[in-house]
């Protein structure tokens, strides 16, 4: 059984020989950014503005883009 440095390294070799070095780099990015939490973005999103205010401009919004 290879340990969990073995199967990294292989891992890092093989995204290297597959994508070239750059794209690899890119790629192990891509895997570690921080998850977008859509959830917290939507609850921090309008506090400053009341669910009244909101549906009142969304249904403005509604309207002029003619979708009445």
Known sequence: ??????IKLTGTQVLIEALGELDAERYISLLTREPFDY????????????????????????????QE
């Open 1 to 6: 059984m290879k340990t969990d440095t073995e």
């Open 39 to 66: 959830t917290r973005w939507q609850r921090d999103l309008w506090t400053e503005r009341s669910i009244e205010d909101i549906s009142e401009k969304a249904m403005h919004f509604h309207k002029a883009a003619g």
